[in-house]
Every structure is written in C-alpha cells, then in structure tokens.
C-alpha cells in the first residue's frame, strides 16, 4: 500500500534556484494539502486543493505553488528558493476537505544554502 | 480558530497509561477534536477524534470535557512506540487544521 508518497526525500537547493516537491496519492483522495514544518514547531499549511483543478492558499503560501491536474498528483513548486524556505514538507491528502483521516506522506527535508 | 493549550512535554513508564490533556476554551460548536501523533522523523499520523461523546478506538481514548472546553487522550498502555508529539487539533474541516507545538512524550522502560 503505496498512500502518499513524496519525492525527493532530501535536497539541497543554492539561494534562488526553483524546485518542484512531487506528491502522489493512491487512495482516490479528492484532499491534497502541503505542509511545512521547522525544527521544534508544529506544522503550518501551506496550499490545499479541494479537487482537480482547484487549490487555495492555507497560512503560509507565499513563495509557493500549487497546481492540481489529476486527483492523484498535487506538485509544490519552490520559485527562487530563500534560506528561510528550509525546512521539511510534509504531503497529505483525505477523503474530502470536511471528511477522514488526514494520511501524510514521509516528509521531504530541503535545506536552502 | 480555536486555540489550544498543551503541556510542552510529558513523561511515562512503559505499561502504564497516559493521560495527555489538552485545553481549547474557544473551540466552536462544530469544530471536532482531532489527535494526531508525530513519531521522529515521520509524518503525523491520526490517532483518533471525536465531536462530544467519548470515543474509542484500538490505538486510544478520547474523553471531551462536558462544556467541550478540554478533552484528554488516553492512552491505556504506553510503549515505547509510543513515543511521539502529540497533538490536539480543533477544526471544523481539514484546511483548518492548526497543528501546534503539541505535547512530546517520552516513554520510559
């Protein structure tokens, strides 16, 4: 049972280079949400996307994007990456935006030099 | 959103159970009450949650206050797999959800 899955697991970026984090579900989930996560702090979302074609920011959405073309694949799209932007990305999905489990993907650790 | 207030951390013997509380004084009435756990170096994973009655479920126990003012998770038997961040999310839906420092407990042998 594959569930969320994200690549890369770990990369490092040089200030200003752009970088897309791939995320995959195989649970027919229409729910897909981005988080990040610094050392010591709770997890704070970044975009989500409500079904194919439609996504919305959550609380920290600036220097990111989104794009949903399938239910399966919710891509972050890293644009001219800043030191502040290191941090890990969690991937998650579920059944719906008010429904289920919320099932998060591994994490992928990005350190920006 | 409704803010929550979580001890920073706790301790406990493995086989003994725990009880980690979790005040949200300004939760609303249809805003659920999630636990979700993060074990090191993993994604949070759910633990159970509930609306106003208790709630069981294999991994734990969720009693809510009666004013829905604070809930506690139970854990019955701790091991040390159980070892985690802890965190108590109150949320209508799931782009509401806040996950905040949570609780870190560690498990003693």
């Known amino acids: 049972n594959a569930g969320v899955t994200q690549t890369p697991k770990f990369q490092v970026l040089k200030t200003g280079q752009s970088m897309t984090l791939q995320c995959a579900q195989d649970m027919n989930h229409e729910y897909m949400s981005w988080y990040r996560q610094d050392p010591g702090m709770g997890l704070r979302l970044i975009h989500y996307?409500?079904?194919?074609?439609?996504?919305d920011q959550g609380e920290v959405p600036n220097g990111y994007n989104v794009s949903r073309s399938t239910t399966e694949d919710f891509p972050l799209r890293l644009l001219s990456a800043a030191p502040s932007q290191t941090s890990v990305y969690f991937c998650?999905?579920?059944?719906?935006?008010?429904?289920?489990?919320?099932?998060f993907g591994e994490g992928s650790w990005l350190t920006v030099v | 959103d409704a803010k929550t207030t979580q001890p920073n951390s706790m301790e406990s013997n493995e086989e003994e159970p725990v009880h980690l509380p979790c005040n949200h004084s300004?939760?609303?009435?249809?805003?659920?009450i999630h636990w979700y756990r993060q074990l090191p170096s993993q994604g949070p994973e759910y633990v159970i949650h509930g609306l106003t009655s208790n709630v069981n479920n294999r991994m734990a126990s969720l009693a809510i206050a009666e004013d829905r003012k604070s809930s506690t998770l139970i854990l019955h038997r701790a091991t040390l797999r159980d070892a985690a961040v802890y965190y108590c999310?109150?949320?209508?839906?799931?782009?509401?959800?806040?996950f905040g420092a949570g609780t870190r407990l560690t498990v003693k042998p």
């Open positions: 998650a999905s579920s059944l719906g935006s008010r429904r289920g489990t919320i099932y």
């Open positions: 996307s409500v079904g194919a074609g439609i996504t």
């Open positions: 999310i109150p949320s209508f839906s799931n782009n509401d959800m806040r």
């Open positions: 300004t939760i609303s009435g249809t805003d659920y």
